[in-house]
């Protein structure tokens, strides 16, 4: 049914061009081809958006998973060496500082998981605007090639009922925005809407409205990506003051013990004491 009714109104179009196409002036049509090769650079424009916030998403998921794998050295840091030093010398100030430094990363990691969630509902978003503005830049285009027959108008033949005299060149468009596009819009209905009917206004204005919400979803991705990236450098840094806090607490732990006796175990001790700080930063590197 609704393949019928486009071909009813393609023919409805295509009789209306006949008669009417001959009175528009030649700087209607000028900008209606202006207006459809932005049209036709939505397509292309939003395809090419539409990778880069899938980029964005990729780049935040691996971030994110860098994030989660310095949260669980710092944790897996602090907890041998709470472990090591006792109960008593845990409660030490170097030991409290590497658990606070422990719960930064952890948060830190929360902060990347929901700006990562972020970047993929955006690349999620981008996938079905682009599905989107390709369908309607391409049900625009052929409304406007069933009524005006200007797109790739090669040589007219004067002697036909339905020959055009005007012609438009394809021309590249870059960066289209809702803004500017909105711009075309009005600069065409101005100059067209006198002379003809201006076909699928309805789309025309969900095309700018797609195009718009596609540009606000980049804007979004990028906030995303760099959320990830700022939440995987917190981690980073806390992990980091995690593992020197905790070895620190660790040695302090050791240092308190009660003094050696004659038998030489102080020795023993320093020489375990050293042993454990570099299994730590074996294991924390």
Not at 54 to 79: G, W
Not at 100 to 107: F, G, H, M, R, T
Not at 186 to 196: A, G, Q, S, Y
């Amino acid at each position: 049914m609704a393949m019928l009714l486009t071909l009813v109104a393609v023919m409805h179009y295509s009789v209306v061009a006949t008669a009417l196409l001959r009175g528009v002036p030649q700087d209607a049509v000028n900008v209606t081809c202006e207006f459809l090769n932005h049209v036709r650079g939505t397509a292309n424009f939003s395809k090419e958006l539409s990778l880069k916030i899938e980029e964005n998403s990729f780049v935040a998921s691996e971030s994110r998973y860098r994030t989660t794998e310095e949260v669980r050295k710092a944790v897996r840091t602090y907890l041998r060496a709470e472990a090591a030093v006792g109960r008593h010398h845990s409660e030490g100030e170097a030991m409290a500082r590497a658990g606070e430094a422990a719960k930064a990363a952890n948060d830190a990691e929360e902060q990347a998981t929901k700006a990562e969630l972020r970047a993929v509902q955006a690349r999620r978003r981008a996938n079905h605007l682009v599905e989107s503005i390709s369908r309607r830049s391409h049900s625009i285009l052929t409304s406007f090639k069933a009524v005006l027959i200007v797109f790739n108008q090669t040589e007219a033949d004067e002697g036909s009922a339905t020959a055009v005299p005007y012609n438009c060149p394809e021309r590249d468009v870059q960066n289209v925005s809702r803004e500017v596009l909105e711009t075309e819009v009005k600069r065409m209905v101005t100059h067209l809407e006198p002379h003809i009917s201006v076909p699928r206004q309805d789309i025309i204005h969900r095309l700018v409205h797609d195009v718009g919400a596609l540009n606000d979803t980049a804007v979004l991705s990028e906030a995303a990506l760099r959320d990830t990236m700022a939440a995987e450098a917190e981690a980073k840094a806390a992990a980091t003051n995690t593992i020197v806090e905790a070895i620190r607490g660790f040695k302090d732990g050791i240092e308190s013990s009660p003094p050696d006796d004659a038998e030489g175990e102080g020795d023993e001790r320093r020489m375990a004491t050293l042993a454990i700080v570099c299994l730590l930063l074996f294991l924390s590197g």
